[in-house]
């Protein structure tokens, strides 16, 4: 059986940093895209980074480019997200997901979430 397991949210004052990681298990995932979605209280779904699965190509979202970093290591299954200089709005459920479809909202497995809060 597939899954995703997310690890590393928490509480963190704005300014501050974060680091999740996802460790994927069931089939290999080294010819997937890979990335992280998030969904706020009362928001929709939207994406927040990916990687391709040869490393070579990311991809960010506007509102966290240049503060968030995302990696990933085909060997170990695994794939982080780096968040620094965290502001408030990244308050969100991260989720880890494999299989990322091009319009960047579906993918072909999910992770269960992990809490993030930033403090003001």
């Known amino acids: 059986q597939v899954q995703l397991v997310e690890s590393g949210g928490g509480l963190v004052q704005a300014g501050g940093s974060l680091r999740l990681s996802c460790a994927a298990s069931g089939r290999p995932f080294s010819g997937y895209a890979m990335g992280w979605f998030r969904q706020a209280p009362g928001k929709e779904r939207e994406f927040v980074s990916a990687i391709s699965w040869n490393v070579e190509n990311t991809l960010y979202a506007d509102s966290v480019k240049g503060r968030f970093t995302i990696s990933r290591d085909n060997v170990k299954n695994t794939v982080d997200l780096q968040m620094n200089s965290l502001k408030p709005e990244d308050t969100a459920v991260y989720y880890c997901?494999?299989?990322?479809?091009?319009?960047?909202?579906?993918?072909?497995?999910w992770g269960q979430g992990t809490q993030v809060t930033v403090s003001s």
């Open positions: 997901a494999a299989g990322i479809r091009n319009d960047l909202y579906e993918a072909d497995y």
